[in-house]
């Protein structure tokens, strides 16, 4: 009785499971009231966008109190604790404190490219969320080239570190913003041939139609893609300048990287649009990859919007628990894993991808023996190449050492040579 | 429809930002300056393109230059000495406004010379599966013919750049 009463999302415009209700109510009382057309596409054009950024603007709030305890409590820390609840009002006190700040500026500086700076890498964020699925209708800018939007919005970034590292006239943030521009370049290959191969089983760059793809043969993307989920989440860590690469902001090496001389709430727009990214690319992989707001039977009890939250938090678990305990890498173990590493292998992985689909399409064998085939080949193929490569390239481990390790064994560009004439590189491996 | 209020208008604005940033990029003196004005000069471009309602090509426009051309260039304005990344000007600005100007009289000389006719068929629906096909069927060996193309420049750029092992620089 209760379960029967649950399935039931009902159309009423209260009712908050399917918010598109909403929206359909507005649009019929303009359109029996002879409203204009354009007055529709303003309004619902409104509410989505106030409903993504207020979403926006409550995670990045939000986050900061969930990634500073969660990694606090990996590291055997308490995290923040003292104002209020579990530390939950620590959020409203770093804002007001940022608030107050003085918001300095370098007098060589070049002033408007300063201040655009932050807006700019603020904007990308904010963009990629509305061509975001949130439910079976909802979805605010439903584009037929969603994927493409995503990769193009998300490369704007870039440009924005860049004007910001630029115009302090600081030496360590041209360094900062270098690193980003190199690992940018490097990083964005593997993300494009990883996604392509999403895009090609699914037949469509509509995100809509990808959720809608997983629903029909019932496998998350993840399944029928371990490879190329492995490959972007790593290269989109990359891209989100998040701990394991982070290297652009390294404070042991280049002291803030491209935000060194931000301050107040300069500086804080920085930081809420870090979090905002992760939180956007966490949405991104929980659509391409975990099947969006669908979770086989689940989503006609819960409303789907729910779900995808759900499924966005459960993958920013995991970027917050790669930061939370993977050391930094340096920029050329970075920039060589990118290309010697992940590129190959999500070339590999698309050559293997068209040639599924090409059979599956040739053959006609119904999907119900596909898909569990694919499954499985694509499972192993991934674990035995992953496996293959990581021999191939890494060092063999070692628990134990059996032999001494010389500096001249690791692959570190020598010293130049020291006053006394010997280079020291050369003086450590006797 | 493409006579619609909103679409003249966004044409307008999205035409005067993009002209407005094109002016700025020969105009500002510094280098990066006029990476950035580009950049959204290019942006403008895109907008114009979903305008027409071509959302493929739009997208490419701001993947392809907003995104991978301008920070390209501000890569290479990067690795240039300081002293040379000024918009500085140059013996060549007579000429130069000369040949724009001429282009621009041959544009608008065209422009008003053609007979334009407004079609009378609905909207472009969705534009990427449609170029998908065109590029991979009827047009496959230009498209192939293209990207080898491309490869043979990048190789050779890699070629003539790439030091002589020993050869410490």
Known sequence: MIMALLTIITDNWWDIRDLSNLSHEIEKLIGDANGPAWLIYVVSGLLGAIGIVSFIGGVAVINIWVERRVVGRMQSRLGPNRLGPFGLLQPVADAIKLMQKEVLMPGTASGLIFTAAPIMFTVPGILLMAVLPWGRNMTLASLDVGVLFLLAASSLAALAVFMAGYSSDNKYALFGSMRVIAMLVSYEIPIVISLLGVVLFAGTMDLQGIVLFQEKYWAFMILLQPLAFFIYFISVSAELNRTPADIAEAESEIVGGYHTEYSGMKFGLFYAAELINAVVVSAIISTLFLGGWWAYKLDEIVPGWMIYIGKIYGVYFLFVWTRGTLPRFRIDQLLAFAWKWMTPMAILNLILVAAEVLVWDESGWSAGVMIPAFVVINGTLAIATVYAFMRLLAPKFERFPTALRFYSNIDVPSLPATADGAARAGTQTV | ?169
């Open chain 2, 1 to 169: 429809m493409i006579n619609d209020t909103g679409i003249v208008v966004a044409f307008y604005i999205l035409a005067a930002t993009t002209v407005g940033c094109a002016l700025m990029v020969a105009f500002v003196r510094e280098l990066v300056q006029a990476v950035l004005f580009l950049a959204l000069a290019f942006v403008g471009i895109a907008g114009i393109y979903i305008v027409l309602s071509a959302d493929f090509v739009a997208v490419v426009q701001v993947l392809i230059y907003a995104g991978a051309v301008a920070v390209l260039m501000t890569f290479a304005v990067m690795l240039t000495p300081a002293a040379d990344r000024k918009n500085s000007s140059t013996a060549f600005w007579a000429p130069a406004a000369v040949l724009a100007g001429l282009v621009l009289v041959i544009i608008v000389f065209v422009s008003y010379d053609t007979n334009w006719q407004i079609a009378n068929r609905p909207q472009f629906g969705a534009t990427a599966a449609a170029l998908g096909e065109a590029l991979l069927k009827p047009y496959v060996v230009p498209f192939e013919v293209a990207s080898v193309l491309l490869m043979t420049a990048m190789v050779g750029a890699i070629v003539l750049t790439k030091e002589e092992e020993g050869e410490d620089a």
